[in-house]
């Protein structure tokens, strides 16, 4: 009984997924033949913004102290 239960409601939610995926297909559609442009899907990789700012001067690699101690 239980597992019909689950079963069910994993059936259920598996079609909102599928329902919401192609309600997301059709919008992206609109929007492009409005004129507008779908947003571009980033990859793996550092996050905007992380890299040197344009025009930084480069120094060089910084060279790391000695550590004191005994």
Do not use: I, V
């Given at each position: 009984?239980?597992?019909?239960?689950?079963?069910?409601?994993?059936t259920?939610?598996e079609?909102?997924?599928?329902?919401?995926?192609d309600?997301?297909?059709?919008?992206?559609?609109?929007?492009?033949?409005?004129?507008?442009?779908?947003?571009?899907?980033?990859?793996?990789?550092?996050?905007?913004?992380?890299r040197n700012?344009?025009?930084?001067?480069?120094?060089?690699?910084?060279?790391?102290?000695?550590?004191?101690?005994?």
């Amino acid at each position: 009984m239980a597992t019909d239960y689950l079963s069910e409601a994993r059936t259920a939610l598996e079609e909102q997924l599928k329902a919401l995926r192609d309600q997301e297909g059709r919008l992206e559609r609109a929007l492009a033949e409005l004129g507008g442009t779908a947003p571009a899907r980033r990859g793996p990789g550092r996050p905007r913004g992380s890299r040197n700012a344009p025009g930084a001067s480069k120094t060089g690699p910084r060279r790391r102290r000695r550590r004191g101690g005994t």
